[in-house]
């Protein structure tokens, strides 16, 4: 009985294990893609979400900025043939990005509110060869 446990423990860690790894390399491109604007004075925060979305689902993730700040929004994700998108809208469902960049499993957006306020960042992945596939999003500001 005791070796069962162990095994099935054992089991759960790896399996644990591998979903955190995926995230963490999700995390890891969507930093990439930061990479060129963290040179232009851009700091990245600490704070990121992720997680996994079937094809063609959305994820909005609800944050506040603020007025005349420049936020740009970064989502990567560990599976090399997909492609993932992300936008910005204000509270009143308006898109407000001032730019925007798709590029397979790499994706970004740049926003700069014109009020302080509640914004709605939309995570899709577009594309992939995966019922679900993992995504993880960082954000930057200056």
Sequence with gaps: MKRFIFQLLTILTLSLTNVCAT?????SYALEGAT???KEGFTVREDWWGGD????TQKAVVHQLFKNNQYWFWIGT??????VTVHVYDSDGNLCEVEAFSKG?????RVIPKKTG???????IEKSDRERTHWAMAYGFR
């Design 23 to 27: 995230v963490d390399d999700a995390l």
């Design 36 to 38: 060129p604007y963290v």
């Design 53 to 56: 979305l079937a094809v063609k």
């Design 78 to 83: 560990e599976s090399p043939t997909s492609k």
């Design 105 to 109: 499993r790499i994706a970004g957006a």
């Design 118 to 124: 509640t914004y709605y960042i939309i995570v899709e």
